[in-house]
């Protein structure tokens, strides 16, 4: 979870802390690699990140940049210690590898003297088939002591916020074959057990004595066991980083009790994501269009649709707003200021003005303007192709500044 934390400091002060030097690929506790020598590009910093739930954390870290033959990052290492006033001390590692561009890993491991821990491996693979299946898997376990609740609907209160830790443990599972041109079918399985426990901020009362036992469905933790289905049209240029063409997704998931299952659901799901590129690609103009409908009588309260966070409303903080559907608009203008090589890394820096519009409500016909959000804000990036990017978000809402720093592209 903390590798939110890493690359944009890494290249921001890696011309006066790095170092590069070439290593045997044996010595290296990595995946293979084809050179007689691998460029390791070594950063040690400071580190200091922002969010709305979780607060102010500092620390220090090491990054470890691993160059393949084509000098491109193949793999990035980072063990870090870090300190929060709400978790108390966190120590993690963090691992990418990147061992062809069809195929990705990703570790995390992390655990913090108060509530907070992370242990997560995530998998993408498209060399099975022929190249013509893909394979997404996500293995997680955590608890998240800042998780927040406001309540229901877009009108909830912040004077209505309350705390509590979000342990979970789950997989997600998917695999996509192609059906037409430029089509694919998805299909996929998802298993989450959710335990809520006492959080970490002190400040806030605890969810469950806030809300009785009952009233919020879930609250006294669940169980989803869900199948998916989903068909994807992609002209995009590229999976990570796309800089033009269109994707656009169409989701079916459903949940039943006698597949294990705290309650029947179903949840619907549609988004649409364009790039235009002008200028040969210094100025990236990025939209997405996206709908979620979840419906049953007693669907789990983390199980709804929701708004806030790094990925959706920028200016609050994750799950700000909650209800049984959400319309979101996304808008950004990606434009690249200049190109920056620091010990044989290459970066683009980019600058992203955004706009962030939506709401929550219970059915699309129920969405009222005054219930719309609008959250302008400003991003600072950080990209080093093909995979690899680190970003700062500051979004502006009626409640005040949000910060994010984070991996990857927000949508």
């Given at each position: 979870?903390?590798?939110?934390?890493?690359?944009?400091?890494?290249?921001?002060?890696?011309?006066?802390?790095?170092?590069?030097?070439?290593?045997?690929?044996?010595?290296?506790?990595?995946?293979?690699?084809?050179?007689?020598?691998v460029k390791v590009v070594t950063v040690p910093l400071p580190v200091i990140a922002?969010?709305?739930?979780?607060?102010?954390?500092?620390?220090?870290?090491?990054?470890?940049?691993?160059?393949?033959?084509?000098?491109?990052?193949?793999?990035?290492?980072?063990?870090?210690?870090?300190?929060?006033?709400?978790?108390?001390?966190?120590?993690?590692?963090?691992?990418?590898?990147?061992?062809?561009?069809?195929?990705?890993?990703?570790?995390?491991?992390?655990?913090?003297?108060?509530?907070?821990?992370?242990?997560?491996?995530?998998?993408?693979?498209?060399?099975?088939?022929?190249?013509?299946?893909?394979?997404?898997?996500?293995?997680?376990?955590?608890?998240?002591?800042?998780?927040?609740?406001?309540?229901?609907?877009?009108?909830?209160?912040?004077?209505?916020?309350?705390?509590?830790?979000?342990?979970?443990?789950?997989?997600?599972?998917?695999?996509?074959?192609?059906?037409?041109?430029?089509?694919?079918?998805?299909?996929?399985?998802?298993?989450?057990?959710?335990?809520?426990?006492?959080?970490?901020?002190?400040?806030?009362?605890?969810?469950?004595?806030?809300?009785?036992?009952?009233?919020?469905?879930?609250?006294?933790?669940?169980?989803?066991?869900?199948?998916?289905?989903?068909?994807?049209?992609?002209?995009?240029?590229?999976?990570?980083?796309?800089?033009?063409?269109?994707?656009?997704?169409?989701?079916?998931?459903?949940?039943?009790?006698?597949?294990?299952?705290?309650?029947?659901?179903?949840?619907?799901?549609?988004?649409?994501?364009?790039?235009?590129?002008?200028?040969?690609?210094?100025?990236?103009?990025?939209?997405?269009?996206?709908?979620?409908?979840?419906?049953?009588?007693?669907?789990?309260?983390?199980?709804?649709?929701?708004?806030?966070?790094?990925?959706?409303?920028?200016?609050?903080?994750?799950?700000?707003?909650?209800?049984?559907?959400?319309?979101?608009?996304?808008?950004?203008?990606?434009?690249?200021?200049?190109?920056?090589?620091?010990?044989?890394?290459?970066?683009?820096?980019?600058?992203?003005?955004?706009?962030?519009?939506?709401?929550?409500?219970?059915?699309?016909?129920?969405?009222?303007?005054?219930?719309?959000?609008?959250?302008?804000?400003?991003?600072?990036?950080?990209?080093?192709?093909p995979n690899i990017l680190g970003r700062i978000d500051v979004g502006f809402s009626s409640e005040g500044p949000a910060v994010f720093v984070g991996?990857?592209?927000?949508?």
């Amino acid at each position: 979870m903390r590798a939110t934390l890493l690359l944009l400091p890494i290249l921001l002060t890696a011309a006066l802390t790095g170092c590069t030097s070439h290593m045997p690929p044996d010595m290296l506790p990595v995946p293979s690699m084809v050179q007689p020598n691998v460029k390791v590009v070594t950063v040690p910093l400071p580190v200091i990140a922002s969010s709305p739930n979780e607060g102010v954390t500092y620390g220090g870290l090491s990054a470890f940049l691993l160059h393949n033959d084509k000098d491109e990052i193949a793999t990035l290492i980072a063990p870090q210690v870090n300190h929060n006033e709400n978790f108390g001390t966190t120590a993690s590692l963090y691992g990418a590898f990147y061992p062809s561009r069809e195929r990705s890993f990703e570790l995390n491991l992390s655990k913090s003297t108060e509530v907070n821990q992370a242990y997560e491996l995530r998998v993408r693979d498209q060399t099975l088939m022929g190249e013509q299946l893909e394979l997404n898997a996500l293995l997680y376990g955590f608890t998240d002591g800042s998780a927040r609740f406001f309540g229901f609907s877009s009108d909830s209160s912040p004077v209505t916020e309350s705390n509590f830790g979000d342990r979970e443990l789950g997989f997600t599972l998917s695999a996509g074959y192609p059906i037409l041109d430029h089509t694919q079918l998805f299909v996929g399985e998802r298993f989450r057990q959710v335990r809520i426990v006492k959080g970490a901020v002190q400040k806030l009362p605890f969810m469950g004595d806030v809300y009785p036992q009952g009233q919020v469905p879930g609250s006294g933790g669940f169980t989803a066991h869900a199948q998916m289905m989903s068909l994807v049209y992609s002209t995009l240029d590229s999976p990570f980083m796309p800089i033009s063409g269109v994707r656009a997704r169409v989701t079916v998931e459903t949940s039943l009790i006698s597949l294990g299952s705290s309650a029947d659901y179903r949840r619907y799901e549609a988004e649409l994501k364009g790039f235009y590129p002008v200028s040969e690609a210094r100025f990236v103009s990025v939209g997405r269009l996206a709908y979620s409908q979840t419906r049953g009588a007693t669907v789990p309260f983390l199980e709804r649709s929701a708004l806030g966070g790094e990925t959706s409303l920028r200016g609050y903080g994750r799950n700000r707003f909650v209800d049984s559907s959400y319309l979101l608009c996304n808008l950004e203008q990606r434009i690249r200021l200049f190109r920056w090589e620091v010990f044989g890394v290459r970066a683009d820096w980019e600058l992203a003005p955004f706009l962030d519009v939506g709401g929550v409500m219970e059915s699309l016909g129920d969405l009222k303007g005054r219930n719309i959000e609008f959250n302008p804000g400003l991003g600072f990036r950080a990209v080093v192709r093909p995979n690899i990017l680190g970003r700062i978000d500051v979004g502006f809402s009626s409640e005040g500044p949000a910060v994010f720093v984070g991996l990857g592209y927000p949508f």
